[in-house]
């Protein structure tokens, strides 16, 4: 489920705009319109997060969030954080 922590990555969103020739918003909403944490439903599969809580690439509570997502929709879901490790 990475593409969910691609979607407010300023550096990865400019990168793409400017290799595909797109405005940084056009980016954002494609990175939205695929990513797992924005189709989360009922039918959605268990699910296992792990995440390093010294990460300096993705900051972990990206992962609290989505797991917060699937507990609202009752999906068997596990987070494992591994404090002070990292990406």
């Known amino acids: 489920y990475a593409v969910f922590f ?3 990555k300023t550096s990865y969103t400019t990168y793409v705009a400017h290799h595909l020739s797109d405005s940084l918003q056009t ?3 494609r990175l939205a319109s ?3 944490i924005n189709h989360v439903d009922d039918e959605f599969p268990p699910t296992y997060c792990a995440h390093g809580t010294n990460d300096q690439v993705i900051n972990y509570t990206e992962t609290v969030a989505f797991v917060q997502v699937l507990r ?3 999906i068997p879901c596990v987070l494992n954080l591994a404090v002070g490790l990292g990406h």
């Open 27 to 29: 980016v954002r909403h």
């Open 6 to 8: 691609l979607q407010d």
């Open 34 to 36: 695929i990513s797992p």
């Open 72 to 74: 609202r929709h009752h």
